[in-house]
């Protein structure tokens, strides 16, 4: 009586990996999710992304220390420099802040818009 099985080898079957194709550029990703972009659609979004926050970031940072030059303009003499380090803290904290809100929505916007 014949096996099917095959010769027992010592090692473990090597399997081929299942993968699938992206949804931006269709390579063919081993182990990937069903949906997932490849390893350099990803990194090219992560760029984009990154970018869109800075400049994002940038934009707003500037309008927001061109509003603090006009505001902080009518603070007494004696408390100007309070003032000024108060708002310097606050643009950099803006900036900060603005720069990963806006890179998280542009990668969520521009993922969705690869699928
Ligand atoms: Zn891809």
């Known amino acids: 009586m014949t096996s099917l099985r095959p ?19 269709g390579e063919v990703t081993p182990g990937g999710a ?3 972009l490849c390893q350099a ?12 926050g800075r ?7 500037l309008l927001l220390s061109g509003y603090l030059v006009l505001a902080l ?7 100007a420099g309070t003032a000024r380090l108060v ?7 803006w900036y ?3 720069a990963r809100i806006v890179r998280r929505i542009a ?5 969705a818009a690869r699928s």
Do not use: F, M
């Open 55 to 61: 400049v994002g970031a940038l934009v707003t940072t």
């Open 73 to 79: 303009r009518s603070v007494p003499a004696a408390r």
């Open 96 to 98: 900060l802040l603005t």
């Open 7 to 25: 010769p027992y080898t010592g090692r473990s079957p090597s399997w081929p990996a299942i993968g699938h194709p992206c949804p931006h550029c």
């Open 34 to 36: 069903v949906g997932a």
């Open 87 to 93: 708002g310097a803290t606050a643009v950099a904290a």
């Open 107 to 111: 990668s969520e916007w521009l993922r």
């Open 41 to 52: 659609c990803e990194h090219a979004l992560a760029r984009q992304a990154s970018l869109v």
